[in-house]
């Protein structure tokens, strides 16, 4: 090895060794971990809230103009509010029902309704009936305009919006 070389060699391993430091790589070279005050919090994160497509229904009410498939006992209308935040209110000529609903792709879900407790005369006394059973399953729904439109398995209403 020449004297240059060997110049050469002893810089390019000084140069390393300084970039090794300012980097903290090697055990000579490791810098203390900072430590944070002892008063400091991590920020609150607010939760994250999924869109639900129900949400671009709030304050509209449906009412229904025919039912295929079957029909409402005593011939009354389906009545559909969509409140704030999933609210859901019901109503199919007899009891008023309140609950929470989401929709997922062509999905509505209603949850678990209260009602008022009023006994209807003759044949509206099975509008609840209906109204439970027409609601237990997840409903497959379709918008256009004014128009809703609600399937279960065995029965469509067709909503037209107040």
Not at 32 to 60: C, E, M, Y
Not at 131 to 158: D, E, H, K, N
């Amino acid at each position: 090895m020449t004297r240059l070389d060997h110049r050469l060699t002893s810089a390019a391993v000084g140069v390393c060794a300084v970039a090794m430091s300012v980097l903290g790589v090697g055990a000579a070279a490791a810098a203390p971990t900072p430590v944070p005050p002892p008063n400091l919090k991590p920020a609150p994160v607010p939760p994250h809230r999924t869109p639900n497509a129900i949400d671009g229904f709030t304050g509209q009410t449906y009412e229904s103009v025919a039912v295929i498939g079957g029909t409402i006992p005593g011939g009354q209308k389906l009545v559909v509010a969509f409140g704030p935040r999933g609210r859901i209110g019901l109503n199919a000529g007899c009891n008023q029902h309140a609950g929470t609903a989401s929709m997922a792709g062509d999905q509505l879900r209603i949850g678990q309704l209260v009602s008022t407790m009023m006994a209807c005369p003759g044949p509206r006394a099975g509008a609840d009936r209906w109204l439970a059973s027409f609601t237990s399953v997840p409903l497959t729904w379709r918008a256009a305009g004014p128009v809703l439109i609600l399937s279960s398995p065995r029965q469509t209403v067709i909503l037209i919006r107040r």
